[in-house]
């Protein structure tokens, strides 16, 4: 990466800052990176974009006299929007051996993301809005990401989602089954509607481990426990995710909740969540880059690393997620970034906990995907819609789009720069996660994150490994665009949507 210092113009003369092809004030900008090839919502084009104080200030053709006190040459490169990670467990507070936020975030940057959403089955748990202020105060000064919380539902207290202002969180995460670190269950029918009514009236957007704990529990009764790592997929079957999924788009039509599903695994709930999208219900869900990237057949050499929750099933069902995301059925992609100590994976096959680290690993593994699957198709779509699904829908699905997510003027200048070409393979050295391996090991990536950078600043530098200042920021989400649609005949209409102030 050239990285050129002192106030220059593109064609690289240094001197006086006014252009003469450029409105503003002639002072240089603080940053201009030029001559990528842009992901804009247009399109893709060839052009240079200037920063000013941590936000876009313009997007000119590529060759613009852009003067700037730095520049940056991202010639043969894309230039996306920096990634929104809707979906990680930085294990702050209380799980902090297996992750910490120092480490979570550098996995993040060095995989281009700049943005968490962070969920809430932490030590405690985040399950008051109150607590979320003294959550962010533990995490600034360590991140190298912009951060926000889902908020857990406690199944006891649904009623505290009713005191959440769009400050601490704009949607609330409920575990409809569990595991070792997702211990506070949704089981109880009436609870579950509970909080599906309560969550639309006060706009909360829930996002959903929707798998049925009764079914597991059932199946559980009747058949012995695991004797190998790949007896897992087995006893977590699909059912789970089915029976849970009939439960979940029969409350969205009665009380019209919006509605993540996190990590589908399987091709039934795809089409049914596919279907019920397509039938005007708020629901979207989320594929992760393990789903996409591994299947049942890699239980055999990776054993317990690629132990989930929800499982990682057949190579159809993997097809299948493939097929959403090209075909725009997925909402977003998430890493569900969950890392767990190699020892705590290796514990006895009944044990060892569902969970691995994904973010470092996110961009590149599901860029390698679509270049693999349609090795024919534009390189600048693929682009296009890794930024997409990995950045401009979870801002607009998070209450984040007036500001991240996409590269336009007045937003955040947060970008990746993205090297389609690159071939690379990551080894147990590079893993920026705490817990130091990575199910990826060994893989041939194609496309790498080279620059990340937040706010006008570089963050992570893939050429030199080095990282920036840890000054992320707790972010303010703008409330939920409401109200949610209920279709005709579909029940009760919330009485309110909208998120009080
Ligand atoms: C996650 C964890 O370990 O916290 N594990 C996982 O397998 N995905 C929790 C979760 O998202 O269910
Ligand atoms: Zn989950
Ligand atoms: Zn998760």
Redesign the pocket.
Known sequence: MAVLSGPRHLDGSLGAAAGSDQPGSGEPADLVIANGRLVLPTGVVEASVAVRAGRIERIQPAGSNLPARRLLDARGRHVMPGLIDS?V?FRTPGLTHKEDWRHGSRAAVAGGVTTVID?P?TVPPLFDPARAAAKAALIEGSSLVDFRFHLGVDPQRPDLLDTVTPREAVSAKV?MAG????PHVVRDAAQLERIFRIAARSGLRLVL?AEDDRVFALLDRWRPGPSSYADYEPMRPRSGGIVAAATVIDLVERAGTATHV??VSSAEEADLYAAAAASGLPITFEVTGHHLSFSDHDMLRLGSRIR??PAIRQPADRERLWTAVFSGQAGTLGS?H?P?LQAEKCRPPAEA???LPGIQELASAVFTGMRRRRPDQPVDEQVALLARLGATAPADLFGLGGRKGRIEVGGDADFVIFDSRATWSLGASRVQSKCGWSAYEGWLFTGRADLTIRAGEVVHDAATGEFGAPSGRWLAAEPMAGPVPVPAGGGRPPDRVGVRR
């Not at 595991?179 to 997702?182: E, F, L, V």
């Open positions: 979906h467990h969920m089955n575990f595991h070792h670190t997702a481990h996190l990590h989930l929750s569900d969950a767990h906990p569902p969970g």
